[in-house]
């Protein structure tokens, strides 16, 4: 039996690269997870871990904010001095290399990106002492980024792997890299150990990450699930959506493959994944950090909450207040021109302060006028009639993060308006007979993406057993 905790996308930001002045908060308000904060995320969890009995830690990728070398060498100095009491193995991915080449510090209203980042082929020198040190077999990438494999203890093998490209400019694995994978598997088959492992990217997609990933990956990530599953190579850890989920894909040859979707450390909800190992299966045990502390100031895990919400919830609320300057700042940090902003505030002015009074039992009668009674069930949306539209949407935000923690049951009324308002698009559209392919294959997935949203899907996302 092996302890061993996991914890994702650390997105450590070095305060050299500057954290007051517009610029910098423009940024910060425009992400789900922390920036400058993150010290405080990170540092809670490593605490936490440490005097946990978690024999060592995995941490799947992106431990820095955009690959500025101040921000590895920071967060590496952490990783050392916890290394001091367990191990810790730790990849790198493409957050770690600034792979869109826009590396940024922030002062007062002006953003440079005259900053020191590190290239893709310096990161496992840089990280040698957490992991490939005591790698029993490594594989270098066409980028010379690395995949190793560690034995922590006797008859366990976990494999670190680097899925940032698999050379046809996609994330994944080379057909030479996959054999070596296979390999490796096989060597650890025959020492009797217990096999799993970590990688950045997430493969098994829910109904909502196929709204927003398409088909084509969903296709190819499916496949490289079924092929890691008939290696016998069954649990991987992931991290990068920043949402936590627990999915399993059989192959075509009935063997199971199960990923753990860790995540994001450093915002909502800040999970670390707690793992007994045994030749059973594994035991998984999700926490959430209850609290962080920054600069001597505490900060609660609902501080995150509302931070994972806060460019929407100022964005209706400048609409709201009629303050158009603020609002035009505020999508500036969605890349949005002043020009544009002016455009979209004429619009976005009425329909955000119309959305910000909005209340489901208001949605519910519009919907059935243009339905004609046949969209949203009246009873149910009379139960919860009260409700703000804009609650509900940024509670299923807080879900698709967190792993739908809270659930709702089938047949309740929230389930039910629920799931009705989310197939009203696809309704709509088949009612005005539009022939879009892809959108109408989008609006599929929304509407079935309804049900794991409300319940979690058909595993617990935060706790559960991988049976061998």
């Known amino acids: 039996m092996t302890k061993f905790a996991v914890i994702a996308d650390p997105h450590y930001y070095s305060e050299k690269l500057g954290c007051e002045g517009s610029a910098y908060e423009r940024r910060e308000g425009s992400d789900q997870k922390m920036l400058i904060k993150s010290k405080g995320t990170i540092s809670a969890a490593l605490r936490e871990i440490k005097n946990s009995d978690a024999e060592f830690l995995m941490i799947a990728g992106d431990l820095s904010n955009d690959g500025e070398r101040c921000s590895h060498e920071e967060i590496r100095e952490m990783l050392y001095e916890f290394k001091k009491s367990k ?13 869109d080449g826009n590396p940024r510090r922030f002062e007062g209203d002006q953003v440079f990106n005259d900053v020191e980042t590190l290239a893709p082929n310096e990161l496992h020198e840089f990280y040698r002492d957490f992991g490939l040190n005591d790698s029993i077999s490594e594989f270098h990438t066409h980028q010379d980024k690395v995949s190793y494999v560690v034995r922590p203890c006797n008859g366990v093998t976990v494999f670190c792997l680097d899925d940032d490209q698999n050379g046809e400019g996609g994330a994944g694995y080379s057909d030479e890299h996959f054999e070596w994978i296979k390999e490796q598997t096989e060597e650890a088959k025959k020492r009797g150990d217990i096999v799993f492992g970590m990688q950045h990217h997430h493969l098994h997609l829910t109904e909502f990450d196929r709204v927003i990933n398409g088909k084509g990956s969903v296709e190819y990530r499916e496949k490289l699930c079924k092929k890691f ?56 045990k999700t926490e959430h950090l209850k609290s962080f502390t920054y600069n001597g100031k505490e900060y609660s895990n609902d501080y995150l909450k509302e931070h994972a919400t806060g460019l929407f919830t100022k964005v209706i609320a400048a609409a709201s207040s009629n303050e158009k300057d603020k ?32 209340t489901i039992k208001k949605a519910a009668r519009i919907m059935n006028f243009i339905s004609f009674g046949k969209a949203i069930d009246k009873k149910a949306a009379k139960e919860i009639g009260d409700l703000k539209v804009k609650d509900v949407i940024f509670s299923t935000f807080h879900s698709i993060l967190d792993g739908s923690l809270i659930k709702h049951e089938e047949g309740s009324a929230y389930y039910i308006v629920f799931t009705q308002a989310l197939a009203f698009p696809l309704r709509l559209v088949k009612k005005l007979r539009i022939k879009n392919g892809g959108l109408i294959r989008t609006l599929t997935h929304l509407k079935n993406a309804a049900h794991e949203l409300m319940t979690g899907g058909p595993l617990d996302n935060n706790n559960y057993f991988i049976e061998f």
Request: with cysteine.
């Open 327 to 358: 609002f035009s700042a505020l999508i500036a940090c969605l890349g949005v021109t002043e020009e544009k902003a002016n455009k979209i505030w004429l619009v976005a002015k009425p329909l955000l302060k119309w959305l910000d009074k909005l």
């Open 87 to 99: 191990p810790v193995y730790v990849i790198t991915a493409t957050h770690d290399w600034c792979c």
């Open 229 to 284: 599953a008939d290696i016998g190579f069954p649990v991987m850890f992931t991290g990068h959506s920043h949402m936590q989920h627990i999915r399993r894909i059989d192959s075509e040859n009935g063997n199971p493959f199960y990923e753990i979707n860790v995540g994001s450390i450093s915002g909502y909800p800040a999970p670390i994944v707690y793992c007994e190992a045994t030749k059973d299966g594994i035991d998984i």
